[in-house]
C-alpha cells in the first residue's frame, strides 16, 4: 500500500525500541560474565522530525490549545527555552503555520541558534547572568505587549506529561507485547516519567518506575539544586509535569558518568545519542546488574541524538585534539 505524510507532524512518534544488546551483554568480551542479567531497551525518540523526544510534546500542546481555542490562526508561540523544546516548537509551529518566538540565555550555541532561526523562529537572547529567569522575563513581557500569543509553558502543561502517557507509554507497552518490567527514564520537566508511569502502570500496576537526576542537582534525593551538564535534566526544582508519588528509586548520574556512557554506547551499539541518554544508560546498566533483576525488561528512553552537543563535554575530547 503506498502511504506518505501529508504534514510533517503526522510523523512525530511511533519510535523504534532496540535492546542494547553489545552494550549490555551478559558476557564481556573475553567471554566472562558481565554481571548483567537484564535486558536493556532503549526507545529511540532522537527518530523523529524534530531529533528529540519534545517533538510529541509540542504537538499535544498544540493540539490542545488549538481543540481549546487557545491557539488561533495567525497566533504567535512563545516560550523560553534553549533546549530541545526549542527546536520541536519552531518544527511544529513551521509546518502547521504559526509563528514562533523562542527567548533564551545568550550562552546558547552559534549552531543552535542558526538551526532555530532556519525553522522561521525569531530568536531574542537574553542575559546569560539572569540564567532561565531572564528568559521567562522576557516572555512575560512579550505576553503583555504582543497580541495573538500563546504560551505553552512545558514546565505547568498537563499535556506533557499526556503525551507521553498515549503516546510513548502505549507504544512501549504495545512494542514488549506486555513484557515490560521496569521503566529508567530521566527527569527534566518530568513529563515523560509521568507519562510513562501513568500508562504502563495502567496496564501492570507493578511496573517499577525509577527516577534519573544529575548527582550535582539531585533535588528528587534530597540534595540541593546545582549547576550540571546534562542538558534536559535536572530543573533544580519539582515542576507541575512531575508526579514524584510514581516514583519508586532515585539514581543520581554524574556528568562524568553520563558521558562516558554515552560515549560507550555509541562504540558499542552504532548509534547516536546525547549526554542525558549516557546517564539512563548509566542507571539501566546499574538495574541489569542487580540480582533481583534477573530476567527482566527494563525499558529507558533515549531523549536526542549526539549531533545536538557537538559544542559539549560529550566532545572536549575530539574537539580539543582537532584543533
Ligand atoms: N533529555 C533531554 C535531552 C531533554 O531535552 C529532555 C527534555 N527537557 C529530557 C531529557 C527530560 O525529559 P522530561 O522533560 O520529559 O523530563
Known amino acids: 500500500m503506498v502511504h506518505w505524510a501529508k504534514n510533517v507532524t503526522e510523523l512525530v512518534g511511533r519510535t523504534p525500541l532496540l535492546e542494547l544488546k553489545r552494550f549490555a551483554a551478559e558476557e564481556d568480551r573475553s567471554g566472562q560474565p558481565s554481571g548483567v542479567v537484564a535486558k536493556i531497551l532503549a526507545k529511540l525518540e532522537m527518530m523523529t522530525p524534530g531529533g528529540s523526544s519534545k517533538d510529541r510534546v509540542a504537538l499535544q500542546m498544540v493540539y490542545e490549545a ?16 534553549s533546549g530541545n523544546m526549542g527546536i520541536s516548537l519552531a518544527c511544529i509551529a513551521a509546518a502547521r503555520g504559526y509563528h514562533c518566538i523562542l527567548t533564551m540565555p545568550d550562552t546558547i550555541s552559534l549552531e543552535r541558534r542558526l538551526l532555530l532561526q532556519r525553522f522561521g523562529a525569531e530568536i531574542i537572547l537574553t542575559p546569560a547572568s539572569q540564567g532561565m529567569r531572564g528568559a521567562i522575563n522576557k516572555v512575560i513581557e512579550l505576553r503583555t505587549t504582543r497580541s495573538n500569543v500563546w504560551y505553552p509553558q512545558q514546565f505547568y502543561n498537563q499535556a506533557n506529561p499526556r503525551a507521553h ?40 500496576p507493578g511496573i517499577e518506575v525509577v527516577a534519573v537526576e544529575p548527582a550535582t542537582c539531585a ?6 539544586p546545582g549547576p550540571h551538564r546534562i542538558e534536559g535534566l535536572g530543573s533544580g526544582f519539582i515542576p507541575d509535569t512531575l508526579r514524584v508519588d510514581l516514583i519508586d528509586r ?22 547516536s545519542i546525547g549526554i542525558s541518554s549516557g546517564a539512563v544508560a548509566w542507571a ?12 527482566k525488561v527494563i525499558v529507558t528512553v533515549f531523549p536526542s541524538a549526539a549531533e545536538r552537543y557537538l559544542q559539549t563535554i560529550l566532545f572536549d575530547d575530539l574537539r580539543a585534539q582537532a584543533r
Not at 481543540?67 to 527555552?81: F, H, S, V, W, Y
Not at 532515585?250 to 548509534?271: N, R, S, W, Y
Not at 539501566?284 to 530476567?295: D, P
Open 250 to 271: 532515585v539514581i543520581p548520574v554524574t556528568d562524568h558518568d553520563a558521558v562516558e556512557t554515552a560515549i560507550q554506547v555509541m562504540k558499542d551499539e552504532g548509534l
Open 219 to 224: 533535588v528528587l534525593s534530597g540534595g540541593r
Open 165 to 204: 502517557r498515549d503516546g510513548t507509554a502505549l507504544e512501549i507497552w504495545e512494542q514488549t507485547a506486555g513484557a515490560v518490567d521496569m521503566a529508567v527514564i530521566g527527569v527534566g520537566t518530568g513529563g515523560t516519567l509521568t507519562g510513562i508511569a501513568e500508562g504502563l502502570r495502567a496496564y501492570k
Open 284 to 295: 539501566s546498566l546499574q538495574e541489569a546488574r542487580k540480582e533481583a533483576n534477573r530476567g
Open 66 to 81: 488549538e481543540i481549546q481555542g487557545l491557539l488561533r490562526p495567525g497566533a504567535t508561540i512563545i516560550e523560553p527555552t
